[in-house]
């Protein structure tokens, strides 16, 4: 498989080259050349597999031509070490649970499985270290932290702003030492990522060197992402939730890295017939849906901290994905947006309602979902993160104490170990030539 540039500027890349250069050289994402479809026998015996093995199935869509097929096996297998349940909340609502993993958050899938593919390529190859650089609102850095700890020739890089992630979340990726260094930079998420990225297009640091990235803009980041949607499907057809409705799904969204990826498998085939995407006061999608213009802006501070992206980048994979057509993108994917005071009544409401603890994020997705579900849909929202790694939040809007699962409070034992950073590019850049 071929992978082109979403600015079309860029020379076609193999997936390895992909993968190890994250961000296209002309400044675009990388878009597989086209999007397999899976046979419909698939989707009539979906309900009859295992996780592993319905998404090592969706790997060969992606992967397969690139990747020996016993070892995408093993690492497909090796990712999915934990299930996405779905769960019922009231009638006709469900939540896919993506909080099983290691670090208790959506993200496990793509870091874990981008670790291992990043590895595959790497014993391919020169002996040379990879370095990786993370962007993080929250559950990106300890995802992919917790996924590359110890593997050999990988250091990573974790930036993350000061002041604007849980200290639970904070403690997932500043307490691990060995091949992860956590960056503290004075300022908001947008800032952590323009670093990353200038630091791509730096010839002279590239030189210096080799640069990849683990957030969803990269191809071996956000596509395994897809296989829990195909998890949902097959949950909600076992429980014969789909024989007479038509699926719904709701993502709470920020660099929609995650929406995408649903997109993409609903390209490969799988029955979903829209999508919501649902944002807190970051609301610039939901106002492209409403004026068909896009208008980046300074990141909100907000509850639901993981979705507080001003300029999300996977913005640019959907317009490809639709050719920049408005009304298409506008078909497929409708949007929500709320306050941090609408998030707090959400909380409130469905505990009181259906004794259910929701994140700030799945919040979001929640009550999207509730409200634009209409006659003769079942809908599946994504409940993001464990509520645990908001605890002081949901305490105070709860009026709980819920308790902290044994790996997050293994997490808090540690201590913190950050390199605090201005959002100068100058001093990141110099920060790394001493490494």
Same mark, same amino acid.
């Given at each position: 498989?071929?992978?082109?540039?979403?600015?079309?500027?860029?020379?076609?890349?193999?997936?390895?080259?992909? =993968? =190890? *250069?994250?961000?296209?050289?002309? +400044?675009?994402?990388?878009?597989?050349?086209?999007? *397999?479809?899976?046979?419909?026998?698939?989707?009539?015996?979906?309900?009859?597999?295992?996780?592993?093995?319905?998404?090592?199935?969706?790997?060969?869509?992606?992967?397969?031509? /690139?990747?020996?097929?016993?070892?995408?096996?093993?690492?497909?297998? /090796? @990712?999915?070490?934990?299930?996405?349940?779905?769960?019922?909340?009231?009638?006709?609502?469900?939540?896919?649970?993506?909080?099983?993993?290691?670090? $208790?958050?959506?993200?496990?899938?793509?870091?874990?499985?981008?670790?291992?593919?990043?590895?595959?390529?790497?014993?391919?190859?020169?002996?040379?270290?990879?370095?990786?650089?993370?962007?993080? %609102?929250?559950?990106?850095?300890?995802?992919?932290?917790?996924?590359? $700890?110890?593997? /050999?020739?990988?250091?990573?890089?974790?930036?993350?702003? *000061?002041?604007?992630?849980?200290?639970?979340?904070?403690?997932?990726?500043?307490?691990?030492?060995?091949?992860?260094?956590?960056?503290?930079?004075?300022?908001?998420?947008?800032?952590?990522?323009?670093?990353?990225?200038?630091?791509?297009?730096?010839?002279?640091?590239?030189?210096?060197?080799?640069?990849?990235?683990?957030?969803?803009?990269?191809?071996?980041?956000?596509?395994?992402?897809?296989?829990?949607?195909?998890?949902?499907?097959?949950?909600?057809?076992?429980?014969?939730?789909?024989?007479?409705?038509?699926?719904?799904?709701?993502?709470?969204?920020?660099?929609?890295?995650?929406?995408?990826?649903?997109?993409?498998?609903?390209?490969?085939? $799988?029955?979903? *017939?829209?999508?919501?995407?649902?944002?807190?006061?970051?609301?610039?999608?939901?106002?492209?849906?409403?004026?068909?213009?896009?208008?980046?802006?300074?990141? +909100?501070?907000?509850?639901?901290?993981?979705?507080?992206?001003?300029?999300?980048?996977?913005?640019?994979?959907?317009?490809?994905?639709?050719?920049?057509?408005?009304?298409?993108?506008?078909?497929?994917?409708?949007?929500?947006?709320?306050?941090? @005071?609408?998030?707090?009544?959400?909380?409130?409401?469905?505990?009181?309602?259906?004794?259910?603890?929701?994140?700030?994020?799945?919040?979001?997705?929640?009550?999207?979902?509730?409200?634009?579900?209409?006659?003769?849909?079942?809908?599946?929202?994504?409940?993001?993160?464990?509520?645990? +790694?908001?605890?002081?939040?949901?305490?105070?809007? $709860?009026?709980?104490?819920?308790?902290?699962?044994?790996?997050?409070?293994?997490?808090?034992?540690?201590?913190?170990?950050?390199?605090?950073? %201005?959002? %100068?590019?100058?001093?990141?850049?110099?920060?790394?030539?001493?490494?």
């Amino acid at each position: 498989m071929r992978y082109y540039s979403t600015n079309l500027q860029a020379p076609w890349a193999t997936l390895h080259e992909a =993968v =190890v *250069k994250g961000l296209a050289p002309d +400044k675009g994402l990388y878009m597989p050349e086209s999007i *397999k479809r899976l046979p419909y026998s698939f989707f009539e015996e979906i309900e009859n597999l295992a996780f592993q093995d319905m998404a090592f199935e969706v790997s060969k869509a992606f992967f397969g031509e /690139d990747v020996e097929t016993n070892a995408l096996k093993q690492i497909v297998y /090796d @990712t999915l070490s934990f299930e996405t349940p779905v769960v019922e909340i009231e009638e006709n609502i469900y939540t896919l649970e993506l909080f099983h993993g290691p670090t $208790l958050a959506f993200k496990d899938v793509g870091a874990r499985f981008m670790a291992r593919l990043l590895q595959y390529f790497i014993k391919q190859e020169s002996h040379d270290q990879v370095n990786v650089l993370v962007a993080t %609102s929250g559950d990106t850095g300890s995802a992919v932290a917790n996924g590359f $700890l110890g593997v /050999d020739g990988i250091h990573v890089y974790v930036l993350y702003p *000061k002041g604007k992630v849980s200290r639970i979340q904070e403690s997932q990726f500043t307490t691990l030492g060995q091949n992860i260094t956590a960056i503290e930079v004075d300022g908001v998420f947008d800032d952590c990522q323009a670093l990353v990225k200038q630091a791509f297009m730096d010839t002279e640091l590239n030189n210096h060197m080799k640069l990849t990235s683990a957030n969803s803009i990269n191809v071996a980041r956000f596509l395994p992402q897809a296989f829990y949607y195909f998890n949902a499907y097959a949950q909600l057809k076992k429980l014969r939730q789909l024989d007479s409705k038509e699926l719904v799904v709701c993502v709470p969204s920020g660099n929609f890295g995650n929406i995408t990826a649903g997109l993409f498998g609903q390209r490969m085939g $799988l029955p979903v *017939k829209r999508f919501i995407a649902a944002n807190n006061a970051n609301d610039i999608f939901y106002q492209y849906l409403q004026t068909g213009i896009y208008s980046p802006k300074p990141s +909100k501070q907000t509850i639901a901290n993981a979705m507080d992206v001003g300029a999300p980048s996977n913005f640019a994979r959907i317009t490809d994905l639709y050719k920049g057509d408005w009304t298409a993108i506008k078909d497929a994917v409708s949007g929500a947006t709320y306050a941090d @005071t609408d998030i707090k009544r959400i909380m409130a409401t469905c505990y009181r309602t259906n004794q259910y603890i929701l994140d700030p994020h799945g919040a979001c997705g929640y009550e999207a979902l509730k409200t634009g579900l209409e006659t003769n849909e079942v809908g599946v929202f994504l409940e993001t993160a464990h509520p645990a +790694k908001f605890k002081e939040k949901v305490d105070s809007i $709860l009026n709980t104490d819920i308790e902290i699962p044994r790996p997050l409070a293994e997490f808090m034992k540690g201590q913190k170990q950050s390199i605090p950073m %201005s959002n %100068s590019f100058e001093d990141f850049k110099t920060f790394l030539f001493n490494q």
